[in-house]
């Protein structure tokens, strides 16, 4: 049986539900998830909560802004990237649990783990702010990320690779969507523009950590899994450049920065943000909804 | 047990998408293999976009249209690799697409080595109005109802439609 449209599948009995709720079937079920003889799986586990945390902080911050766009194709817009970063962390965490051969999947690692084991950068769990610190975020993440996934599609990890994979073809229209934001505000009315500097400057102390690596990092660079944080920096740079000179705008200085986030070391507005991510599944963590 | 395997087939064959229900999983290229192991039907799918919300939705459905062809035992699994293309989506897929007035997509993007190039200006591909026939259309945003779907508008006839965008 097929339904006419989302709300009678909705309403309709039967296993299938939708992009909310616990207790979903295992989203790499049927994918060989033996990690590879020489690889350490409690760092690919690691490195994969590294970068499933990064898209759900990030994912969670995109989904505030439903019902706050400026107009509703935006809002649109907004979910729909919120939705893909969204599906990257479910197969991520995934990835984790099985490499590190435990009982645990997506629920546990979203719901249940306090703000010191998330490992995402911090630029991610920084407080909404306005459209301009927004779109100054999504443009730095969402360049970052496409650099990074695009070099994990040769990784050792087979798994690990096909999420990259995936991924890249999704943040790849997530970049053109901020970066033709960037333009039209960094290029606008003088208020557009003060206020898309504003969250290029308020944004940019927390860049220098997103090319800073964690030793997990280090070793799963070294044995092919991962890529070199460093290694991205060219890329970023050139694109980032490229955007802020069509906006008028000036690449702000870096902040020499430590791997904070990657160890677990966040910013205050982490905690809050969690406890509402969390609030229903820690009320009744044993429902399935 | 040929003959169970091609009858499975058919069967998952007809299962539709449930976000298109005027697309069979077959015709998006969702449903990548129907296999028969150890007496059970083992029906492999991937999923378009990786936050796909209807995965759950698909997979209940090739159950149940499967149980009611008499295959009590079914096994719906993933692949990841390779990674979903519109290109995947056959002719028939595309003619119904545009008979349900969303515009079929263009060719993927072919992706050279190195870091992707971005793109600043408007970004002029050849898309078809689905109403009126007119390639003078342009796009209003490139996200829509579902992750695959991009917002589009006719100059000509003026009526917006969507577009399945080229992933």
Same mark, same amino acid.
């Given at each position: 049986?097929s339904?006419d =449209?989302?709300y009678?599948?909705?309403?309709?009995d039967?296993?299938?539900?939708?992009a909310?709720?616990?207790?979903?079937?295992?989203p790499?079920n049927?994918v060989?998830?033996?990690?590879?003889p020489?690889?350490?799986?409690a760092?690919?586990?690691a490195?994969?909560l590294?970068?499933?945390?990064?898209?759900?902080?990030?994912?969670?911050?995109?989904q505030e802004?439903?019902? =706050?766009a400026?107009?509703?194709e935006?809002?649109? $817009?907004l979910a729909?990237?919120?939705?893909?970063?969204?599906g990257?962390?479910?197969?991520?965490?995934?990835r984790?649990?099985?490499?590190?051969?435990?009982a645990?999947?997506?629920?546990?690692?979203?719901?249940?783990?306090d703000?010191? %084991?998330?490992?995402n950068?911090?630029?991610?769990?920084?407080p909404?702010?306005?459209?301009?610190?927004?779109?100054?975020?999504?443009?730095?993440?969402a360049?970052?990320?496409?650099?990074?996934?695009?070099?994990?599609?040769?990784?050792?990890d087979?798994?690990?690779?096909?999420?990259?994979?995936?991924g890249?073809?999704?943040v790849?229209?997530?970049?053109?969507?901020a970066a033709?934001?960037?333009?039209r505000?960094g290029d606008?009315?003088?208020e557009?523009?003060?206020?898309m500097r504003?969250g290029?400057?308020?944004?940019?102390?927390?860049v220098? %950590?997103?090319f800073?690596?964690? %030793?997990v990092?280090?070793?799963?660079t070294?044995?092919?899994? $991962?890529?070199?944080?460093?290694g991205?920096?060219a890329?970023f740079?050139?694109?980032?450049?490229?955007?802020?000179?069509?906006?008028?705008?000036h690449?702000?200085?870096?902040?020499?920065?430590?791997?904070?986030?990657?160890?677990?070391?966040h910013?205050?507005?982490?905690g809050?943000?969690?406890?509402e991510?969390?609030s229903v599944?820690?009320?009744?963590?044993?429902?399935?909804? | 047990?040929?003959t169970?395997?091609?009858?499975?087939?058919?069967?998952?064959?007809?299962?539709t998408?449930?976000?298109?229900?005027?697309? !069979?999983?077959?015709?998006?290229g969702?449903? *990548?293999?129907?296999?028969?192991?150890?007496g059970?039907?083992?029906?492999?799918i991937t999923p378009?976009?990786?936050? &796909?919300?209807?995965?759950?939705?698909? /997979?209940?459905?090739l159950?149940r249209?499967l149980r009611?062809?008499?295959?009590?035992e079914v096994?719906v699994?993933?692949?990841l #690799? @390779?990674?979903w293309?519109?290109?995947?989506i056959?002719?028939e897929g595309r003619? /119904?697409?545009?008979?349900a +007035?969303?515009?079929p997509? +263009?060719?993927a993007?072919?992706?050279?080595? +190195? @870091?992707?190039p971005?793109a600043?200006g408007p970004?002029? *591909? !050849?898309?078809?109005?689905? #109403?009126? +026939?007119?390639?003078? !259309?342009?796009e209003?945003?490139?996200?829509?109802p579902t992750? &695959?779907?991009?917002?589009?508008?006719c100059?000509?006839?003026?009526?917006?439609?969507?577009?399945v965008?080229?992933?």
């Amino acid at each position: 049986m097929s339904f006419d =449209n989302v709300y009678e599948a909705l309403t309709g009995d039967g296993d299938a539900r939708w992009a909310f709720g616990t207790g979903f079937a295992d989203p790499l079920n049927g994918v060989d998830t033996t990690v590879p003889p020489d690889v350490d799986g409690a760092d690919l586990a690691a490195y994969c909560l590294m970068l499933g945390d990064d898209a759900l902080i990030m994912s969670h911050r995109l989904q505030e802004w439903c019902t =706050n766009a400026p107009d509703l194709e935006e809002e649109v $817009a907004l979910a729909n990237i919120g939705l893909d970063l969204l599906g990257q962390t479910r197969l991520l965490y995934a990835r984790a649990g099985h490499a590190a051969d435990t009982a645990r999947g997506e629920d546990h690692y979203a719901f249940f783990r306090d703000a010191e %084991e998330f490992a995402n950068v911090r630029l991610v769990e920084l407080p909404r702010g306005d459209f301009g610190d927004l779109i100054a975020r999504l443009l730095v993440f969402a360049t970052w990320r496409l650099a990074l996934l695009q070099r994990l599609i040769p990784s050792r990890d087979p798994v690990l690779a096909a999420i990259a994979a995936k991924g890249v073809k999704e943040v790849a229209y997530h970049r053109d969507h901020a970066a033709q934001w960037a333009v039209r505000l960094g290029d606008g009315t003088d208020e557009s523009h003060r206020r898309m500097r504003d969250g290029f400057e308020r944004i940019w102390p927390l860049v220098g %950590e997103l090319f800073t690596a964690h %030793e997990v990092e280090e070793r799963l660079t070294r044995s092919g899994v $991962a890529a070199d944080p460093a290694g991205l920096r060219a890329e970023f740079d050139a694109v980032l450049d490229q955007v802020l000179t069509a906006a008028t705008l000036h690449r702000p200085a870096d902040v020499p920065s430590d791997p904070d986030g990657r160890r677990g070391r966040h910013t205050d507005a982490l905690g809050p943000l969690l406890a509402e991510l969390q609030s229903v599944a820690r009320a009744h963590p044993e429902a399935t909804w | 047990m040929v003959t169970v395997t091609t009858d499975a087939r058919a069967v998952a064959e007809t299962v539709t998408d449930p976000e298109l229900p005027m697309l !069979t999983l077959a015709d998006l290229g969702v449903l *990548r293999d129907v296999s028969e192991e150890d007496g059970r039907v083992v029906v492999t799918i991937t999923p378009t976009y990786s936050g &796909c919300p209807a995965m759950d939705a698909m /997979r209940a459905d090739l159950i149940r249209a499967l149980r009611a062809a008499g295959y009590d035992e079914v096994d719906v699994r993933t692949t990841l #690799h @390779p990674p979903w293309t519109t290109d995947w989506i056959s002719a028939e897929g595309r003619r /119904r697409l545009a008979e349900a +007035g969303i515009a079929p997509p +263009g060719a993927a993007p072919r992706r050279a080595e +190195g @870091p992707i190039p971005l793109a600043l200006g408007p970004t002029v *591909r !050849t898309i078809r109005c689905p #109403h009126c +026939g007119s390639a003078d !259309t342009e796009e209003t945003s490139a996200f829509g109802p579902t992750a &695959c779907r991009a917002l589009r508008r006719c100059r000509s006839c003026r009526e917006p439609f969507e577009h399945v965008k080229e992933i």
